[in-house]
């Protein structure tokens, strides 16, 4: 048979628990790899690293999933700027121009939110934002001294269009956002108004880190959907976020995280289906080989007919689901599954 981890040999081959696939833990500098992926036929517990002091050296020292930060912006953003966006007494106002500004060159974009008199506010910017290469947008900044951390400080992108934030297909180098909250489209008229939307669409290469992502009020309404036009070189990275399919009266299928002809890592996230009429799912794979699925603390489906913490269909060789503390469907009717595998090879 297939080797799992049990204490006994699957395969008989003579060793038991022999042959599989060792999962990573921790991200940045606290990256962790445990010598066995099993021990006494348990999964191997695997503790990350500490953090530590963040410097300019190309590498997370302090293991938040963003790289060399605070290390300076390329650009600043501030709704209402009309700066040029190449200092903080300058901000630019909006996300979609510091990016064009860029033109097609790696950088960092800061965007922040309103303050005064010491209190920030929650800042909305209702844009399509389409990221390019080597772009890292990094949200939550204070706008009177540019800090970040500040919890009242929320930057939120209100998707204006069906693919809410978009990483377009060829894009190898790193290409983040992180420390946003990301909105679908719940437009029942103009661009945001189709059947399908989604806060994000990626087709390859997106890190995305440190965000509250929620899917709009459409038929049906993705929190992130992965799709890929063709090969895929760069392997996208989804780690430390809050997901939520979309809710409301016009949602029937609701689905936290879609995955299709993709191979995200999907870490230390808690994701969860919207409230629909039909079907919620937390995570969906449509033909996800070799996604990772890893130390998430909530992957649930929420009220719905048919209710799914993980469904896996298509093709599946590769995939692990691995450490995860609480999967389970919800479902107010017919089928509730914490994992249920669908036609799957």
């Known amino acids: 048979g297939v080797e799992t981890c049990n204490g006994v040999d699957d395969d008989c081959n003579g060793s038991s628990d022999d042959g599989i696939a060792i999962v990573p833990c921790g991200m940045g500098a606290c990256t962790v790899t445990p010598a066995t ?84 506010t929650r800042t909305t910017y209702n844009e399509a934002v389409n990221m390019t290469e080597g772009i890292v947008l990094l949200g939550n900044h204070d706008s009177a001294g540019w800090t970040r951390g500040n919890p009242l400080c929320e930057t939120v992108i209100q998707a204006q269009n069906t693919n809410g934030v978009f990483f377009g297909h060829a894009l190898t180098n790193a290409t983040q956002i992180d420390g946003f909250t990301v909105l679908g489209s719940s437009a029942s008229s103009g661009p945001g108004s189709g059947t399908t939307t989604a806060a994000m669409t990626v087709q390859e290469g997106a890190t995305i880190t440190n965000n509250a992502i929620t899917g709009g009020n459409r038929p049906t309404s993705y929190g992130i959907l992965f799709t890929a036009p063709g090969a895929v070189s760069a392997v996208p990275v989804v780690d430390g976020n809050t997901i939520t399919g979309g809710s409301g009266g016009a949602t029937v299928t609701s689905v936290g995280v879609r995955v299709s002809m993709m191979a995200p890592a999907i870490t230390n996230n808690t994701i969860r289906g919207g409230t629909a009429s039909g079907t919620s799912r937390a995570i969906e794979l449509s033909s996800g080989a070799g996604t990772m699925i890893a130390d998430n603390p909530i992957v649930e489906g929420a009220g719905a007919t048919n209710s799914h913490g993980i469904n896996v269909g298509g093709s599946s060789a590769g995939v692990v689901i691995t450490r995860n503390a609480s999967i389970r469907g919800r479902s107010t009717g017919a089928q509730g599954f914490g994992i249920r595998l669908e036609g799957s090879t």
Do not use: F, H, K, W
């Open 37 to 120: 992926a099993c021990t006494a036929g348990m999964p191997t517990t695997c503790t990350p690293g500490t953090p530590g002091t963040e410097t300019c050296n190309g590498i997370d020292d302090d293991c938040n999933g963003v790289v060399d930060d605070p290390c300076g912006c390329d650009r600043y953003v501030r709704l209402g700027g009309s700066g040029t966006g190449m200092s903080a007494g300058s901000p630019m106002g909006s996300i979609a121009a510091a990016i064009t500004s860029m033109a097609g060159a790696p950088g960092t974009i800061c965007v922040a939110a309103q303050s005064a008199g010491g209190t920030c």
